[in-house]
C-alpha cells in the first residue's frame, strides 16, 4: 500500500536532495573528506548511537580495553559518514568511475554458482560501502537484484530505488519477496540479502554472533532451499578511497534433519560468514544497530 506524502515528508525530501547535489558537486576525494567530518561530528555529538557502539563492541570483543573500543568507535563513525556522502555523491557518478573505483575478487566463485542454473544468492552486510557492491556487478553487466526495505517516507524511498536501480539492477522489496525472488533465480539473476540486523519474531531464527544469540532472518535460507540456488558470501571494504569487493566459495547446503533444523544450520552459517569478514575490517561495520537485543518470545 502506498503512503501519501505529508508536508513533513516533503520537507525532509526537500533536504535531502538539497545533500544529494552537494555530494554530487564534489569530487570523489572530496566526498571521502566531508564524509569523514561528518562522522566525526556524528561522533560528537550523538552520545546514544556512541554509546549503543562501544555495547557492541565491547561485546564482540571482551579482551579489548576501553581505549581499543573508543578508538574503535570513532573509526568507524568516520567511516559511515564517508560511506553517507559517497553513496549521497552516487546520482553523478558514471558507469566508468564506478567501475575504475572498485575491484571484483573472487568474481569466478560466483560464475561458478550461476553456471548451475539456479541463478544465485548472494549474503552480504553492512560493511564497507554496501550500496556500492550491487551497483558495481549490475555496472559489470550482471543481472542483479537486491532485496530490501523500503524507506519510512516515500518521496525518498522512490528516489533510493532510482538511484539503487541505476545501472540496471532491480530491487525487491521485502515484503511478499518470495515470488520476486523465486522468479529472479530462474531467470539467471543474482539476489542479495543483507543478513546483518535483528529480525523481528516472526521472520527470526536464533543464531550465533560472535559468540551470542542473535535474531536473524531465516528468509534467505529457506529461499535456498527451496530454489536450490548456492548462497554466495560477497563482502565490500574500503581500502583508502577505493573499494574491494570479495566475493567466496558458495556455502555448502545443510542436507541431514528436519526443514527447521536445516534453516538453522544454514543461518549459523551465514552468521558465521558475516563474523569472519567483520572481525578483517571491524572499523567498517554498522555497530550503531542493537544487533544482539532478541525480540520478545525468542529464547536464546
Same mark, same amino acid.
Given at each position: 500500500?502506498?503512503?501519501? /506524502?505529508?508536508?513533513?515528508?516533503?520537507?525532509?525530501?526537500?533536504?535531502?536532495?538539497?545533500?544529494?547535489?552537494?555530494?554530487?558537486?564534489?569530487?570523489?576525494?572530496?566526498?571521502?573528506?566531508?564524509?569523514?567530518?561528518?562522522?566525526?561530528?556524528?561522533?560528537?555529538?550523538?552520545?546514544?548511537?556512541?554509546?549503543?557502539?562501544?555495547?557492541?563492541?565491547?561485546?564482540?570483543?571482551?579482551? =579489548?580495553?576501553?581505549?581499543? &573500543?573508543?578508538?574503535?568507535?570513532?573509526?568507524?563513525?568516520?567511516?559511515?559518514?564517508?560511506?553517507?556522502?559517497?553513496?549521497?555523491?552516487?546520482?553523478?557518478?558514471?558507469?566508468?568511475?564506478?567501475?575504475?573505483?572498485?575491484?571484483?575478487?573472487?568474481?569466478?566463485?560466483?560464475?561458478?554458482?550461476?553456471?548451475?542454473?539456479?541463478?544465485?544468492?548472494?549474503?552480504?552486510?553492512?560493511?564497507?560501502?554496501?550500496?556500492?557492491?550491487?551497483?558495481?556487478?549490475?555496472?559489470?553487466?550482471?543481472?542483479?537484484?537486491?532485496?530490501?526495505? @523500503?524507506?519510512?517516507? /516515500?518521496?525518498?524511498?522512490? @528516489? &533510493?530505488?532510482?538511484?539503487?536501480?541505476?545501472?540496471?539492477?532491480?530491487?525487491?522489496?521485502?515484503?511478499?519477496?518470495?515470488? /520476486?525472488?523465486?522468479?529472479?533465480?530462474?531467470?539467471?539473476? &543474482?539476489?542479495?540479502?543483507?543478513?546483518?540486523?535483528?529480525?523481528?519474531?516472526?521472520?527470526?531464527?536464533?543464531?550465533?554472533?560472535?559468540?551470542?544469540?542473535?535474531?536473524?532472518?531465516?528468509?534467505?535460507?529457506?529461499?535456498?532451499?527451496?530454489?536450490?540456488?548456492?548462497?554466495?558470501?560477497?563482502?565490500?571494504?574500503?581500502?583508502?578511497?577505493?573499494?574491494?569487493?570479495?566475493?567466496?566459495?558458495?556455502?555448502?547446503?545443510?542436507?541431514?534433519?528436519?526443514?527447521?533444523?536445516?534453516? @538453522?544450520?544454514?543461518?549459523?552459517?551465514?552468521?558465521?560468514?558475516?563474523?569472519?569478514?567483520?572481525?578483517?575490517?571491524?572499523?567498517? =561495520?554498522? =555497530?550503531?544497530?542493537?544487533? =544482539? @537485543?532478541?525480540?520478545?518470545?525468542?529464547? /536464546?
Amino acid at each position: 500500500m502506498r503512503v501519501r /506524502p505529508t508536508q513533513a515528508h516533503r520537507g525532509q525530501y526537500g533536504a535531502f536532495r538539497l545533500l544529494e547535489g552537494a555530494a554530487a558537486r564534489l569530487s570523489w576525494e572530496g566526498r571521502c573528506r566531508a564524509g569523514a567530518w561528518l562522522g566525526r561530528a556524528w561522533h560528537a555529538l550523538d552520545a546514544r548511537h556512541r554509546r549503543v557502539a562501544r555495547e557492541n563492541v565491547r561485546r564482540a570483543f571482551p579482551q =579489548w580495553t576501553e581505549g581499543e &573500543v573508543a578508538a574503535l568507535v570513532r573509526r568507524n563513525f568516520e567511516h559511515l559518514g564517508t560511506t553517507a556522502v559517497e553513496s549521497l555523491g552516487l546520482a553523478r557518478t558514471g558507469r566508468a568511475e564506478l567501475l575504475a573505483r572498485c575491484r571484483f575478487e573472487g568474481l569466478e566463485h560466483l560464475d561458478e554458482a550461476l553456471a548451475g542454473g539456479r541463478g544465485a544468492l548472494t549474503l552480504t552486510a553492512h560493511l564497507g560501502n554496501w550500496e556500492l557492491a550491487g551497483l558495481c556487478l549490475a555496472a559489470r553487466g550482471y543481472r542483479f537484484c537486491a532485496v530490501g526495505r @523500503r524507506q519510512a517516507n /516515500p518521496l525518498i524511498d522512490g @528516489r &533510493v530505488t532510482r538511484l539503487r536501480e541505476s545501472f540496471g539492477g532491480t530491487l525487491i522489496h521485502h515484503r511478499h519477496a518470495v515470488r /520476486p525472488v523465486l522468479r529472479a533465480l530462474k531467470e539467471g539473476a &543474482v539476489v542479495a540479502f543483507l543478513m546483518d540486523q535483528r529480525a523481528s519474531s516472526r521472520e527470526a531464527v536464533v543464531s550465533r554472533f560472535f559468540g551470542q544469540p542473535v535474531a536473524t532472518n531465516q528468509g534467505l535460507a529457506l529461499l535456498a532451499l527451496k530454489s536450490g540456488a548456492p548462497v554466495v558470501p560477497g563482502f565490500g571494504e574500503r581500502v583508502g578511497e577505493r573499494h574491494v569487493i570479495r566475493l567466496y566459495p558458495a556455502l555448502a547446503s545443510p542436507v541431514e534433519g528436519s526443514r527447521e533444523e536445516r534453516v @538453522r544450520e544454514y543461518t549459523e552459517a551465514f552468521d558465521a560468514a558475516i563474523e569472519g569478514a567483520v572481525r578483517r575490517r571491524p572499523e567498517q =561495520w554498522f =555497530w550503531v544497530h542493537r544487533r =544482539w @537485543r532478541l525480540p520478545g518470545g525468542l529464547a /536464546p
